[in-house]
Every structure is written in structure tokens, then in C-alpha cells.
């Protein structure tokens, strides 16, 4: 995938400096902008066209709620996801955050496993989404059903969640073991969503790569996916040194 035009939007120069240097080391975010007030980041989205916005709350001249108001009479029908990463903790200004479109709150101050979490989360619930193709007829149940979803809550343990646990009533779900400790369900979900659509076998470099995933965090998931009988994994030996592993899924998953 090409990496995720984003903007930021925090009053305090240095914490933006700090969310610009996680989503830059993840490696799945292009960062394209920095503002440190409402009235700023609203003119560098219309702008520069971003496609996840990271919103404060606290803002010098207009709040966040107020930019996310404002952002819907300038996006004109363009698609934006938002995650507020604010200390504001009140019912009202979190009701109203998620009223107006926010996907993922975020409160101050957290560690650096939570919000790599986080981003996770959404770069694979992401390529999920855009790995669901509209035909003439137009989405599947399944397919409505991971864009309902939203995206999972996710943990500094990668547990399941109530979200995960809503989402395991799909029939792919139900055939899946309780992924275990460190490992979560919607993760698991995508990765068996792009073996599944891709109609090809990976290795855990490539799937990282399509999923914005640790190569070690995809290798995990695919030699779950082997252990619990979904799929199968087949050496590929090339002139020299180790062989290479290949995962595909098996035909009945």
C-alpha cells in the first residue's frame, strides 16, 4: 500500500514532533503536515488532502470539536479518518468526538505500545476495507459488516475486546480459535482477508509489507493461522541458504 497521507493537529509543538516521529518510524504513514491550531489544520487539510487527521482537542483558538464541524461542510464527500489524541476525558467531548466521526480516542498521556497499537490496528483494519471490492450487486454482508465495525480497541497486550468479540459472529470468526496472548482477533481477521483475496501464497516479509505489519508480527499470525488448521505453510528453496516459507490459506477457510 502507499503510505497514509496524514496531518497532525496539536498546540504543543513537541508532542506533535513526537507523534510525527512514531508514525514515521512505523512506517506505514507519510506525514504532510503540522499544525498547532484549529484554524491552521483545517487549511492544510483542505489543502493537502490527507487521509487520516490526528486531532487535538485542546486547541488555542477553536476546539476540535469545532474542526471536526467544521470538516464536514469542507471535505465535500472526500473520505478522512480521524483519531483525537487529547488529555480531554469528559463524557460530553468524547460523545461528541464520536459523533463526529472520530475513530479512534486517545488519551493523554499514553505509552509508545499503546499508540503502535493503535496505528496497527487501523492499517490493518484499512487494508481489509479497501480489500473488499464493490461488484454491480455491491458489498457482501461480510463486507458492510467490517466497514460498520470501526475499528478495534486495542491494548498494550493486544487482547480481545468487546469490538473483536462482536465482529467474531461472521462465519470466518466462528471457524477460528481464540487467537492467544499478544495476537489480535481483527488483525487476524485481515491477514486471513488478504491470503484469502489475493488468491496467492505470501511470505511473512510480503504480508508485513501489504498489511503495514512487523515481519515478525506476521509471521506470528500466519504460523497461527497454520497451527489452528486454516493454512498451510510450504518451503520455497532457492540456490542457497535457508528456504523460504510461503503461507497460503487452505481451500475450506
Do not use: W
Not at 2 to 25: E, K, Q, W
Not at 162 to 181: I, M, N, Y
Amino acid at each position: 500500500m502507499n503510505p497514509i497521507r496524514t496531518v497532525i493537529i496539536d498546540d504543543d509543538p513537541s508532542v506533535a514532533g513526537v507523534h510525527h516521529g512514531f508514525l514515521m518510524a512505523h512506517g506505514a504513514f507519510e506525514v504532510v503536515g503540522i499544525a498547532h491550531s484549529g484554524t491552521q489544520g483545517l487549511e492544510l487539510v483542505s489543502s493537502l488532502r490527507p487521509e487520516l487527521l490526528l486531532l487535538d482537542i485542546h486547541l488555542p483558538d477553536i476546539g476540535g470539536l469545532e474542526v471536526l464541524a467544521a470538516l464536514r461542510a469542507r471535505l465535500e464527500g472526500r473520505l478522512l479518518d480521524v483519531f483525537a489524541i487529547t488529555a480531554a476525558r469528559e463524557l460530553s467531548t468524547v460523545r461528541g468526538a464520536l459523533a463526529g466521526g472520530v475513530i479512534e480516542y486517545l488519551v493523554k498521556p499514553f505509552g509508545s505500545a499503546e499508540f503502535k497499537a493503535r496505528l496497527d490496528h487501523y492499517v490493518a483494519h484499512r487494508a481489509a476495507v479497501l480489500g473488499h471490492h464493490a461488484t454491480e450487486e455491491g458489498l457482501d454482508q461480510h463486507s458492510i459488516d467490517l466497514l460498520r465495525s470501526g475499528l478495534p480497541q486495542a491494548t498494550d497486550q493486544g487482547q480481545p475486546t468487546a469490538a473483536d468479540a462482536t465482529r467474531a459472529g461472521s462465519a470466518e470468526s466462528t471457524r477460528v480459535a481464540e487467537p492467544p496472548k499478544g495476537l489480535s482477533r481483527a488483525t487476524l481477521e485481515a491477514v486471513m482477508v488478504q491470503l484469502r483475496n489475493s488468491n496467492r501464497d505470501y511470505s511473512a516479509s510480503e504480508l508485513a509489507a501489504e498489511l503495514g505489519l512487523a515481519r515478525v508480527s506476521a509471521r506470528r499470525y500466519l504460523e497461527f493461522l497454520v497451527a489452528d488448521g486454516l493454512a498451510r505453510c510450504t518451503p520455497r528453496y532457492g540456490n542457497a541458504g535457508r528456504p523460504e516459507n510461503r503461507y497460503t490459506l487452505n481451500p475450506a477457510s
